[in-house]
């Protein structure tokens, strides 16, 4: 019996990496635009750091997460509990007073598998830590609007606010009253939040719950001044990027984390899952974990919602894989030549592909039509013989005769300065 992927993980195969590659590529030079440095954090940490940031009574916690109770470890699903972690550890703060991070890679949660979600999932994760500024909370969304902008995608934003300390229990007490008048009229596990994560409610997807909070108070109605002033001032600096937005009072995030600004990116191309990015502020959490009393905010984005989104609308042009030459070799004298000039070659830095099976010169240029091969250099017996190859250029179909009457380090040369630097 064949022995395949766990349900819900999923190989990412040469034929898609391109994307993926893309993907990081652009984020990466983004977030250097914009002062993010890149922070690597293990996949596993103790459960107690996820149980305290992202709360007890989150869906997260209580279902999702793949936890090892016999040794108190837990793989992570989701980045800024790790970061968080890693900064108070290494006194970060101390080093530089805002800290701007970034990371990407893998996180895992137990949950059903479907379009553009996966158990292990791929995000990237970007942070500015020690910032209370509204600008810096537009800042961070512009940021994320111009990665989605330059990967060609088409997406809405929308925000709120989720308040403070301050102003958030008297609405979450006024949320539960309303809740209960309506107990009958909600999801079972509706029913469960209004005792335990009463504001989850709000985005509950489920239709009956969706129409019962059509009618909930909105906790922006019930922000404190600060909070209030806060929002308007996100507001003000998102128009002055030029962003579009929507404000939406139903808008919660899962984590308990959260305080004042979240967002979302939305699409409309992947089903019920609308989300390919999301965040918001958590000016409690650093303290809370045992750190410095700082604020800090930031996003993550599914890699794998991005790839699928690329796939369906955008229209960029990124750089696939290729080989800037494949060297075909006809008989022993000749594939003794093409190895030793692809040794010299790759350590020029050409990539450079060569067939040792001694196949047809059908197949060898079919082979190097599937590897995408910018040039192929072509050496039979004859060729050989005449101290003469042919250098063809797999896009144009063009050839040329390429000498041999030196030695392999110049024809490294000669072909280098042929081929050129590599597309962008």
Known sequence: MKIQAINGFKDILP?????????????????????????????????????????????????????????????????TASIMRAFIEHGLHVQQPVQRLYTIGPMFRHERPQKGRLRQFHQLDAEIIGATEPLVDAEL???????????????????????CPVCRPPFKALLVAFLKQHHTDLCDDCRRRTHTNPLRVLDCKQATCRAVVQSAPSLLDMLCRDCDDHFQRVGQALHHFDLDFQINRFMVR????????????????????????????????IE????????????????????????????????????????????????????????LLRK??????????????????KQANRINARYSLILGEDEWLQHEAILRNMH?????????????????????????????
Request: aromatic share 8%; with cysteine; charged share 20%.
């Open 15 to 79: 034929d898609t990496i391109d994307r993926w590659q893309y993907i990081e590529q652009r984020a990466r030079d983004i977030f250097a635009r914009f002062g993010l440095q890149e922070i690597r954090v293990p996949i596993l940490e103790k459960t107690e750091l996820f149980v305290r940031s992202i709360g007890e009574a989150t869906d997260v916690v209580e279902k999702e997460m793949y936890s090892f109770p016999d040794k108190g470890i837990t793989m992570r699903p989701e980045a």
């Open 141 to 163: 969304i512009a940021m994320g609007q111009m990665l989605l902008d330059e990967l060609g995608l088409h997406t809405s934003l929308e925000i709120n606010s989720l308040g």
């Open 254 to 285: 899962g984590l308990d984390y959260y305080t004042r600004t979240t967002f979302e990116f939305l699409t409309t191309a992947l089903g019920a899952q609308a989300a390919v990015g999301a965040g918001g502020r958590y000016d409690g959490l």
């Open 288 to 343: 809370q974990l045992g750190g410095p009393a700082l604020s800090g905010i930031g996003f993550a984005m599914g890699l794998e919602r991005l790839a699928l989104l690329m796939e369906q609308q955008s229209t960029q042009k990124y750089t696939a894989s290729f080989m800037d030459i494949f060297l075909i070799a006809l008989g022993d004298n000749a594939l003794n030549a093409c190895s030793r000039l692809a040794h």
């Open 348 to 365: 020029n830095g050409v990539k450079t592909a060569i067939d040792y099976a001694g196949r047809s010169l059908k197949a060898q240029l």
């Open 396 to 424: 144009t179909q063009e050839q040329q005769p390429f000498a041999l009457t030196d030695t392999p380090e110049e024809w490294c040369s000669r072909l280098a300065d042929i081929i050129g630097p590599a597309p962008q």
